[in-house]
């Protein structure tokens, strides 16, 4: 129960329908930050909805392993020049590991969330399909997961369009009924609006690997022009921040942090053909070199025809690329198939 009112509503479904349910929130982080999923006023609000509801509510301190699998990643990408997706590798490691073995150890059969995604068991086999609700649709972020793990996981909100669950909650008297979603990285402060403020990814990043100013330079002419405060700040794809004065649009299609720095050019240089996969998972059989797909490269992005190669995937037709670190989800129809991550 992470205090929003999906997980909520999930509970609440469950345990109606007749489940032992007891719920569970997940302490993350023990910095500064008191935003995203496991702040102390989540904390609060989970803990006000399973007494709402009438079960059990704990809380289990897991901010080591988000430490080791999570944070020290998401540092580590940005000082080699990535884009890391740090709220997949969450639910690769935590929501979806750490916590199925917390589950396992106490005797539980099953974890339940509240993403909006569905799992569904047909012919002998395990599927992660999209959410009812397309525009809260979560299969991309829980496209790493596994058969074995989908077996044991439950999603009572998939079905439902995010209206008709905040209608659910009001309709339960739950605090989280009209409680906003989680937008940002829970581990990282938010940036202050007052001048001088700090907070956000740069003072996160600063304090714990040194930032360089790069170059950027025009990938066609090799004309320098400007500079960045810190190129292992920059992504692929980025266009804000940039040195001003271009005539056309310029995006930032190269970073090279040893060389301290950024290539820019026009939108046709941001195209390619295929795009290289690593850290790969198959929800069910590997499917063959060939495969006919659609891919999205991030949450709410716009899925794009593509086939499986031996490295990764082949576009249909030439499309932009992908940051180096960002999660490439492979679906056929509404079924999440597989995954990748960008090399």
Do not use: C, I, M
């Given at each position: 129960m992470s205090g929003g009112v999906d997980s909520s509503v999930a509970a609440a479904l469950l345990h109606e329908a007749g489940?032992?349910?007891?719920?569970?929130t997940m302490k993350l982080w023990g910095g500064p930050s008191d935003s995203g999923c496991c702040s102390a006023a989540d904390v609060r609000d989970a803990r006000s909805v399973a007494d709402r509801i009438g079960v059990d509510h704990h809380v289990f301190n897991f901010?080591?392993?988000?430490?080791a699998a999570v944070v020290a990643p998401y540092v580590a990408d940005h000082a080699a020049g990535r884009t890391p997706n740090p709220c997949v590798e969450c639910n690769r490691h935590l929501k979806?590991?750490?916590l199925l073995?917390?589950?396992?150890?106490?005797?539980?059969d099953a974890i339940a969330t509240g993403h909006h995604a569905r799992v569904e068991h047909s012919g002998g086999r395990w599927s992660l399909r999209r959410g009812a609700d397309v525009a809260k649709d979560q299969s991309y972020v829980l496209s790493v997961l596994t058969a074995a793990e989908l077996a044991r996981v439950l999603l009572p909100v998939g079905d439902l369009t995010k209206a008709e669950?905040?209608?659910?909650a009001a309709s339960r008297g739950l605090v989280t009924a009209a409680k906003p979603d989680s937008q940002d990285v829970c581990f990282v402060a938010a940036r202050s609006s007052a001048p001088g403020g700090g907070g956000g990814r740069a003072a996160f990043l600063g304090s714990r690997i040194a930032l360089h100013p790069g170059r950027v330079v025009d990938a066609t002419s090799g004309d320098e022009l400007g500079s960045v405060e810190a190129?292992?700040?920059v992504t692929i794809g980025q266009r804000r921040g940039l040195p001003g004065g271009a005539t056309a649009r310029r995006y930032v299609v190269g970073v090279d942090v040893a060389e301290r720095s950024v290539l820019v050019?026009?939108?046709?240089?941001?195209l390619c053909d295929e795009v290289t996969l690593g850290s790969r998972t198959w929800i069910g059989d590997e499917l063959p070199v060939g495969t006919a797909c659609m891919v999205q490269a991030s949450a709410h992005g716009r899925p794009v025809p593509a086939s499986l190669t031996a490295t990764g995937v082949r576009?249909?037709?030439?499309?932009?690329?992908v940051a180096p670190g960002q999660l490439v989800a492979c679906y056929r129809g509404d079924e999440v198939v597989g995954s990748g991550v960008a090399c």
């Open positions: 489940h032992e349910v007891v719920g569970a901010t080591e392993e988000f430490s979806f590991s750490a073995d917390r589950a396992d150890r106490l005797g539980f669950v905040r209608s659910l190129v292992e700040l050019g026009e939108p046709d240089l941001l576009f249909g037709e030439r499309a932009r690329r």
